[in-house]
């Protein structure tokens, strides 16, 4: 994400990097401007959890003051924010101002250039929320508009437009999906007791948004473990949410036939297991239809490879301490979602959400950064990115 061109954050002032002499270096954003951005983006997550490997992208077209269109882009393959917010306008959009979250394409993909659409309905101004970190857009798109004379404003609310599509812009820059990594926790730092049982660490405000940090991934990740002791569901129990793929990843596949994941078919399963490790089971797996992809060796950034090929811009891992810890060492994990509930379990050998990550001074502690912190219900959050260096 820090590869990409920069503009201040939450500036008044909107600049670009690829204005040239004709244009103004700077010009006063109005709070409508904002206003239609942070439509955009109301938008464009219509979409959430369905554009993969595409960004969510939402687009407003202004006249004379009214919103006369306006579009999102629903799913990869299909037509970009601008095509349906074109539509929408009609013949209307001669003259008037496109807001877009994303700038807008110049490529043929698996759609035409959004550029030339942009040319053709004879828009007047474009304001883009970010630029397209897309290598095969990068700036070019911009470029384009520019150079058939429209003016383009760039990096209207872009922190917020970022992430939005911080999975995306990850996916982009380092070709992994980009890690999530949530958990549970009491205030005295335990995900369950001495014994094994963690279900109900948190208050029910705190499972919403679990689900919604569900049905915003492609796929959600645990452990041979997490089936065994906490059977969950991994589902975004929302009507009408996007479910992410399940997988669950296990070397000795030595996991109950009867466990909730394969018995629900709400949301699709994929179990990661090593080369050979018990074909019985994985039979049973997939006469139940569930997909078993063979690993060697299993590891979280060999799983993370399989799934960016796969398309997936975001994952959540929802693991136990020991695949968490081992998640963190090979940078399958960049944001961290800590829930802390105000119960004291006890138990030194109860278990904690991060295992050994052989750490022997404080000072090498991993300080997360651009840190949130908010009350969900009785349960504090804790939302932050691991440093910088790490990605
Ligand atoms: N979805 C989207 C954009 N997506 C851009 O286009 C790429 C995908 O192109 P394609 O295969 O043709 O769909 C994607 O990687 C991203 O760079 N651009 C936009 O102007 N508006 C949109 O709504
Ligand atoms: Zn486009």
């Known amino acids: 994400m820090d590869n990409l061109p920069m503009v201040e954050p939450d500036a008044f002032i909107a600049e670009s990097e690829f204005q040239d002499d004709s244009h103004p270096k700077q010009t006063l954003l109005s709070d409508f401007d904002h206003a239609m951005m942070r439509r955009c983006i109301e938008l464009a ?19 004379d003051g009214e919103i006369i269109g306006e579009g999102f882009h629903p799913r990869a393959g299909e037509p970009h924010a601008e095509v349906f917010a074109l539509k929408a306008a009609g013949e209307n959009a001669r003259g008037a101002t496109i807001y877009v979250s994303l700038e807008p394409c110049n490529h043929y993909g698996r759609t035409p250039p959004c550029s030339e659409a942009l040319v053709a309905a004879g828009i007047a101004k474009v304001v883009v929320g970010m630029v397209d970190p897309n290598p095969l857009v990068a700036g070019g798109g911009i470029a384009r508009l520019r150079a058939a004379g429209i003016e383009v404003l760039v990096g209207v609310e872009e922190q917020a437009c970022k992430k939005l599509n911080e999975g995306f812009i990850h996916r982009i820059l380092h070709h992994r999906p ?3 990594l949530k958990y549970a926790m009491t205030l005295d730092g335990k995900i369950a007791t001495t014994t094994g049982h963690s279900a109900w660490v948190t208050n029910k ?10 049905a915003a991934c492609d796929a959600v990740i645990v452990g041979g473990n997490t089936i065994r002791l906490d059977n969950p569901y991994l589902t975004s ?6 479910n992410p793929l399940r997988v669950v990843m296990s070397r000795s596949l030595d996991l109950p036939q009867n466990a909730r994941i394969w018995q629900t078919a709400e949301a699709p399963t994929l179990v990661f297991t090593e080369k050979g490790a018990n ?18 060796p299993l590891t979280p950034d060999q799983v993370m490879a399989y799934l960016y090929k796969r398309g997936f811009c975001s994952v959540l891992w929802e693991c136990g301490g020991v695949l968490a810890a081992s998640a963190i060492a090979q940078k399958a994990v960049q944001k ?13 050998h109860a278990p904690t959400p991060v295992g050994d990550l052989g750490l022997t001074s404080m000072t090498e502690a991993l300080s997360l950064e651009r840190v949130e912190i908010r009350v969900v ?13 790490q990605l």
């Open 377 to 389: 219900g009785s349960d504090c959050l804790v939302e932050g990115y691991l440093p910088s260096h």
């Open 45 to 63: 997550r219509r979409a959430l959890g369905r554009t993969s490997p595409n960004p969510m992208v939402g687009a407003v077209i202004v006249k």
């Open 178 to 180: 980009f890690g999530i």
């Open 336 to 348: 961290v979602f800590a829930f802390i509930a105000p119960k004291i379990v006890g138990g030194v």
């Open 205 to 214: 405000d705190a499972r919403g948004e679990v689900h919604q940090l569900r």
């Open 279 to 296: 074909p019985d089971f994985q039979e049973l797996l997939r006469n139940l239809g569930v997909e078993v992809v063979e690993l060697t």
């Open 237 to 242: 129990h929302r009507e009408g949410a996007h």
